[in-house]
């Protein structure tokens, strides 16, 4: 008997078999499929890699940038009792060969990559590869050859509810990613309880863009879209970006916080934050104002937004809201499948939370006011891993890494985290999260890492908006003026001695940032420590490299 997750997607191709779900542009044309087109492709897909030689349980990489091939392969895995092991587009070489030896893949599916020419060779040459429909995607066996033959009677493996179905990579802002395991039971709670929570209905639209790789965007965009309906659209390239995003109009939207200041800043470019103020203060133009910002993103149909994967500053969330487009803070790990805190269509966020409790997450506080989750979704453990599997529990909580303060009504803040937390020469301990949101008060600055282990003081090394077209004698001046504005609201021992910008771009490539855009604090503080040792003026700029 197929498990609740096999079973869901037999019912899609069956009850709704002509309904649209999956939109992917191809020089610029579209093309689309059908849930019973998506299925019978998934199918000869999963017939042909029996073919191969491949059994239920074999692990099988899926190494893509977003697009439908991605949806439609990992079903094929679903249907054939196969674990998927997804790995970030972005990844390097090495990373890619550490996960697919880690997990024993016995196979690889390749699509759109970032570097092709430097990425593939992290994938072992006897390995069993396919390669999707796309330039640089090189495999032995072509996608279009393994799918061209019908098949008439295809059976599901019948898989158990607790069989692995999908080993998960951390992103790893520290250290080297860990595998969590997730069954079939799992993904289908997920995906159900998400789309109830949410209120995820069939005529939704979602555009898929952020990594299908990570636990967010497969949950809440995969997951969901298997058992409410949703559509999919895709983007075909990073220059089309924006022109996907107004063909898609998406009702429910989903970011990070670094893209939805990309988009704030976007915004900034057209109209000067002073004279946007002003019209938004204005009752008919406000309306216009609001109309206007959504239709040039392509979010003027967005009913549900939101943000997750890192902090987001309750400045530009609240600035956001001034404009019209509400957005709400949820939270989840790879470990409860993205599972964890969110609120649904139509309510309303308490800005500087991460939201409440999902059904079913069970949420409290331990040790150094450490959040402690227990959830029907939580992994199985760790692969291979079972002395840091025991580690990361606290009887059946798991121990997420974060500090947090949960109100009387369920409000969850998080306050940074519990190995983020340094020292100063003085004795003092910082949290450097607060600290960071209030930086982000000032537009000009895209991102900021607070650093102050064996230092006096807290000092910000700090990325400046790439727009930014002031003369240095009046982007000093706003820098100390938001330097004194927020040490204003600090404590003595917290106050920020330096502003450092640096001028070297953080990146995934240069290992600044996660996959997930969020930043590797003791990387970057490694990269600049002479920076930061020798730093004198109150405001300085530095190319960045030299330190590396």
């Not at 999963?46 to 692990?59: K, T």
């Not at 990570?214 to 970006?241: D, I, P, Q």
Request: proline share 5%; charged share 25%.
């Amino acid at each position: 008997m197929p498990t609740a997750l096999q079973q869901q997607l037999l019912d899609r191709a069956r009850k709704t078999p002509d309904q649209l779900y999956l939109c992917q542009p191809v020089d610029r044309q579209w093309k689309h499929w059908t849930w019973a087109e998506a299925h019978a492709e998934a199918s000869r897909l999963a017939e042909s890699l029996r073919g191969l030689g491949l059994a239920p349980g074999d692990r099988v990489g899926l190494i893509s940038k977003n697009c439908a091939h991605w949806v439609i392969a990992d079903m094929a895995l679903i249907l054939a009792g196969m674990v998927s092991v997804p790995i970030y587009p972005t990844a390097n070489a090495s990373t890619i060969r550490q996960v697919l030896d880690h997990s024993g893949a016995s196979a690889s599916i390749i699509g759109k990559l970032e570097h092709a020419e430097s990425q593939l060779p992290g994938i072992p040459g006897e390995m069993l590869t396919v390669a999707m429909p796309y330039p640089g995607a090189q495999a032995k066996y072509q996608w279009a050859d393994l799918v061209s033959e019908p098949v008439d009677d295809f059976e599901v493996h019948d898989a158990g509810e607790s069989d692995l179905a999908t080993l998960l990579y951390t992103s790893g802002s520290t250290g080297e990613p860990k595998g969590a395991m997730h069954s079939y039971a799992n993904f289908s709670f997920v995906g159900e309880s998400l789309a109830t929570a949410i209120g995820v209905r069939e005529d939704d639209r979602v555009l898929s863009y952020l990594p299908l790789s990570h636990c967010t965007e497969r949950a809440y965009v995969e997951a969901t879209s298997f058992y409410a309906g949703t559509t999919l659209y895709f983007t075909e390239s990073l220059e089309t970006f924006m022109e996907d995003l107004r063909h898609a109009r998406p009702t429910l939207f989903g970011s990070v916080p670094r893209l939805w200041k990309k988009f704030q800043l976007g915004v900034l470019e057209n109209i000067p934050h002073q004279k946007l103020d002003r019209l938004l203060g204005l009752p008919i133009i406000n309306i216009m104002l609001r109309r206007k910002i959504k239709r040039g993103l392509g979010l003027d149909k967005g009913e549900w937004f939101a943000s997750g994967s890192a902090p987001i500053a309750p400045v530009l969330l609240e600035w956001w809201h001034r404009a019209g487009v509400t957005i709400c803070e949820g939270w989840g790990m790879t470990e409860t499948f993205a599972y964890g805190t969110q609120i649904g269509r139509g309510e309303k966020p308490r800005f500087g939370t991460i939201s409440k409790a999902l059904p079913g997450a069970d949420l409290k506080t331990g040790d150094e006011d450490e959040l402690l989750i227990r959830c029907p979704c939580l992994m199985q453990g760790y692969y291979k891993n079972e002395d840091l599997t025991a580690a990361s529990f606290d009887n059946d909580y798991f121990r997420t890494g974060d500090r947090a303060f949960i109100d009387e009504e369920g409000w969850v803040r998080i306050t940074g985290r519990v190995k983020e937390v340094f020292k100063t020469t003085k004795g003092k301990y910082i949290a450097p999260v607060p600290l960071e949101s209030l930086l982000a008060k000032n537009e000009i600055i895209e991102q900021a890492c607070v650093v102050g282990e064996h230092l006096d003081q807290p000092v910000a090394l700090v990325q400046l908006a790439e727009h930014i077209d002031l003369e240095m004698r009046e982007l000093r001046c706003r820098l100390v003026e938001s330097l004194e504005s927020v040490n204003a609201e600090l404590e003595s021992h917290q106050r920020i001695s330096h502003i450092i910008v640096i001028r070297e771009r953080w990146t995934i490539d240069n290992e600044l940032l996660t996959p997930t855009l969020k930043i590797r604090r003791e990387a970057i503080e490694e990269r600049y420590h002479p920076i930061i040792e020798h730093a004198a003026d109150r405001v300085s700029f530095h190319a960045g490299t030299e330190a590396a």
